[in-house]
């Protein structure tokens, strides 16, 4: 046992942890007709954009609580020259080209899930760990 008290039984665990994300659960009673996507806005602004399976069942989609932020048509091409300079070192899809992805500030957010015709609204928040640093 160290003098110091600093190891605790988390030091042994060796489970699975939780992801760092927020998890996002839903149910369909029948195979949906078109796609099923999950919007968050920070606000009035869609910073995310997520799509899920349209089987019937329970689901479960992970928002890995990234912004997503399109470039301008000036960075696009600089990051479409600077993957052609690399070649197949900087291999990106049109997504990873048009947007830049960053963490998602602390705060409120709202997600929307889009099936059948349909919507749902609910609540998520981004909030600072405040208690990790102090245990340590």
């Known amino acids: 046992v160290a003098s110091d008290r600093m190891n605790t039984a988390s030091d042994n665990f060796q489970g699975e942890s939780e992801p760092e994300a927020i998890p996002l659960y839903y149910y369909l009673k029948s195979d949906a007709a078109e796609e099923v996507t999950f919007t968050v806005y920070q606000g009035a602004v869609p910073i995310a954009e997520l799509s899920g399976s349209g089987e019937a069942g329970i689901h479960k989609l992970l928002w890995n609580m ?67 640093m102090e245990r340590r």
Request: glycine share 6%; proline share 4%; net charge positive.
């Open 66 to 132: 990234d912004k997503r932020e399109e470039r301008s048509p000036q960075q696009v091409e600089q990051m479409r020259q600077r993957a052609a300079r690399f070649g197949g070192m900087m291999a990106m899809s049109e997504d990873q080209m048009r947007y830049v992805s960053t963490p998602a500030p602390l705060g409120d957010y709202v997600i929307v899930m889009s099936a059948n015709g349909h919507q749902m609204k609910r609540r998520a928040s981004i909030l600072k760990d405040e208690w990790w």
